[in-house]
């Protein structure tokens, strides 16, 4: 990887307040060859001036630097794609406007897949940081395992849809030229939620993923982040039905039975869609009820 150039995507949306802590680190990195894109969402705060005023003192640092905007917001996942587009290094490292990047982290990745020539997508551990203590030690010590990179690609696929997201999708760093010819993007039907269906859709093209038994990104804990935000929690919500959909459905029913999977295919499309799925879910619930009375499938 020597002199091979690294794209780092920062996509960023209302991140006044961190987004120069973020370019700091970057600017900071021990690896030299870097290019520099940075995404913004539509802010509604001064985002993109702060990022114009951080690129006129440092841009020489990159190769290339460049700051993209949006006329309307449009979601994590499309503010992606639009980092990737514009990306021209072979590697990407993707980090949000409010997370940052410990010195060496580029140089350890870089140096990780220069010895592992098989390496599409890499991961490592990472530290969270923040006012709420609490909660980062419970997360970290909880949401987050990194014995599943130890799993089968089938085990990880039902690791992920049985008991939810445990990656640490801020180290990502990955191959965008291979990524790119198997037609491997962001899901932007999807807009809140970009790295579960990632992740499902990079499994069932049997990718490996690869881990660094090593911190090199520091997550951080805000009350201001997209998952606490209350106006996003329906949104959000909408969007882990539509992963279901989209994504887990397919793995889901291997599982479970043909009934239980069906039932919980009509409440997840009710739960997204409404409308004709509403009637359809109404049928399916007094069905249900139905052959609960007649003793034909377990109680709840």
Known sequence: ME????SVLVVAYNSSATIVETLDSIYGQTYSELEL?????CSKDNTVEIVRDWLATHSQRFRRAEL?????????????????????????????????????????????????????YVFSR?????????????VMNNIFDYSFFKLSIPEQQKRLVFYGNCLPAPTAFYNLRKIKKMNISYDERIPLLEDLPRWLNLLNHNIRFHFID???????????????????????????????????FPIYKKYVGRLKAYNKYIVNAHLAFGGYWTVLYRIDQFFIRFLRQLHLVEKK
């Open 214 to 248: 090593k911190e090199l990104v520091l997550y951080r804990f805000s009350e201001t982040s997209l998952s606490n935000v209350a106006s996003n929690k329906k949104k959000l919500s909408r969007d882990m039905n539509l992963t279901f959909l989209y994504y887990f």
């Open 68 to 120: 993209l905007t949006a006329e309307k917001n449009t979601g994590i996942a499309a503010n992606f794609n639009r980092a990737e587009r514009a990306a021209t290094g072979e590697w990407v490292k993707i980090i949000a406007g409010d997370d940052l990047l410990l010195p060496d982290c580029i140089e350890t990745m870089a140096d990780y897949v220069g010895r592992n020539t098989d390496a599409v």
């Open 37 to 41: 894109i940075v995404s913004d969402d």
């Open 126 to 138: 990472m530290r969270g940081f923040g006012q709420d203590t609490k909660l980062i030690d419970y």
């Open 3 to 6: 002199n091979k150039l690294v």
